[in-house]
């Protein structure tokens, strides 16, 4: 007992070694986030965004309880009363909880594990509590978590904040997080073997084995220290089925996971996620929108400035509700230098985003250089808006919100840009949008085909109205003709009464 104590001991010493060196890799690849107008690196965890969970209180991410809170199932030492799971001899998984902490060793804690379970005693039923003493932290499961929240809501931003958190604190180190998108599982799919082992640890196999870190989350797994940010459980398409039987199968019992997905019907209250506790990323009140402007402008003036014209348009106002529009909203503040007798509408937000967003990539893959095709912002910024128009005249013009390569493609060639742009150049667009690098696209798996929405219907709407501007000044009234067929085929009153296009008209 005692060798293999000190065995146990020294594994943990090392994962305490790789732990400090993947330490770097986390840092660089999500410590911070790339600011959507200028390109530049922002610390994720000092000028992100607040996000309010819902988790019983009244906590908001960014708060240190808050990601205490979300993670306490996780903890190295668990309370008395825990709810848990663990395995009894014949190998199923009891649900229960813990009856008492033996903590009389802190270098060897253990747990009494408590459940009630049915018995028949003289041909009779009655209900029987059962105790099974001396259980280890890695013999005890406990809930996992599910993080829910709308389309570019925050949910990623999330759990890149869990995770930079857990790395950097200090009471945390004992958990060994890492982050599997599950657009990478969808693209990785035809490499992965039947081999009996999962899509989460052939991934990182794949991903980890040539820096090492592999290794690291082997080990760590092992001992019950992995912590699976699995961001993205809606765009599975095809693997949805198999994934969720893996996690139900093997991830409950051997890592911990975080899981973030949009709303899907009633999909979560199946069996596979009996496991998981729910928490929903909200939009910002107006003590987490003031505090994320502070902390991003910190000068009191422009603090006040900001917060003025948001008190003035109650457009800007709303989109100050959302993460992402928040962030976008005071990019383009801090860069179009506006001053205190200049008006600041959404328009122009969203004029400004644009050029600014657009203009990065442009610079972006020219300093990369290399064999993909160079982006043009004007060329992009054209095809944007024919992709916007198509999608807001869809259906006889009650529009839609999702769309596919098929509705791009007809935008690229109905643009008319020849050599400009053509699909080979959509194509660095994509991965740009698949990695989260050009926040005016959102991108998921749907039915395993790749479908795109603008990551707010206010982009959608603002590049439908640039595109109808600019068809409606330079024809003979034909275009407004067939505008009006669309918005209000038999009378005025219909943009009133089909509201899909009120704002697009505004614009």
């Known amino acids: 007992m005692q060798t293999d104590a000190a065995a146990e001991s020294s594994e943990h010493a090392l994962i305490n070694e790789l732990r400090k060196k993947y330490f770097q890799h986390v840092e660089a690849e999500h410590g911070s986030i790339i600011n959507p107008i200028t390109g530049e690196e922002v610390d994720i965890m000092q000028q992100c965004v607040n996000l309010q969970l819902d988790t019983g209180g009244s906590h908001e991410v960014g708060d240190t309880d808050a990601y205490r ?116 599982l969808v693209r990785s799919q035809g490499l992965f073997l039947n081999d009996g082992s999962d899509m989460v640890d052939q991934y990182l196999a794949m991903q980890y084995s040539e820096s090492g870190h592999y290794h690291l989350f082997q080990l760590a797994r092992l001992h019950g220290r992995l912590l699976v940010v699995l961001d993205g459980f809606d765009e599975a398409g095809a693997l949805e089925r198999q994934l969720a039987q893996e996690i139900s199968d093997k991830l409950n019992h051997e890592v911990f996971v975080v899981l973030t997905s949009r709303e899907m019907g009633g999909r979560f209250e199946a069996d596979e996620f009996r496991r998981f506790r729910s928490v929903r990323v909200k939009e910002l009140n107006s ?49 179009s230098r506006l001053n205190e007798q200049e008006s ?106 790749d479908t795109f929405r603008f990551a707010h219907l206010t982009f959608q709407e603002f590049l439908c109205a640039e595109f109808c501007l600019q068809e409606s000044m330079k024809s003979d009234g034909f275009f407004l003709m067939h505008l009006r067929d669309l918005v209000c085929p038999n009378r005025a009153e219909e943009i009133i009464e089909r509201g899909w296009w009120q704002q697009t008209i505004q614009m």
């Open 287 to 335: 003590e987490q929108k003031r505090s994320v402007i502070e902390r991003r402008l910190q000068l009191p003036a422009l603090v006040e400035q900001f917060c003025t014209q948001l008190d003035l348009n109650p457009a800007l106002f709303h989109m100050a509700k959302n993460p992402l529009l928040l962030n976008v909203t005071l990019s383009v503040f801090e860069t």
């Open 344 to 449: 600041f509408n959404r328009g122009k937000v969203y004029s400004l985003a644009l050029d600014g967003m657009l203009s990065s990539v442009e610079k972006a893959k020219s300093l990369e250089g290399g064999s993909q095709a160079a982006v043009s912002a004007r060329a992009l910024r054209t095809v944007l808006k024919k992709i916007a128009f198509l999608a807001h005249t869809a259906n006889e013009g009650r529009g839609i919100r999702d769309f596919n390569r098929a509705l791009v493609r007809r935008a690229v060639e109905a643009s008319g840009l020849g050599t400009e742009f053509s699909m080979e150049h959509w194509d660095v667009i994509e991965d740009l949008v698949k990695r989260g690098r050009l926040p005016v696209l959102t991108w998921f798996a749907e039915g395993g085909e």
């Open 69 to 184: 809170e979300v993670i306490a199932d996780f903890a190295e030492h668990l309370p008395q009363g825990t709810k848990a799971w663990t395995a009894l001899e014949g190998g199923e998984f009891q649900l229960g909880s813990i009856h008492r902490v033996n903590s009389e060793d802190e270098s060897a804690v253990t747990y009494d594990f408590e459940y009630v379970k049915e018995v028949s005693e003289d041909g009779k039923k009655k209900w029987k509590t059962f105790i099974v003493k001396d259980r280890s932290r890695h013999q005890i499961k406990t809930r996992q978590l599910l993080v829910k929240g709308d389309p570019a809501g925050g949910k990623t931003t999330f759990a890149k904040q869990l995770l930079t958190w857990i790395m950097r604190n200090e009471d945390s180190q004992w958990l060994v997080p890492v982050m599997v998108r599950t657009v990478d």
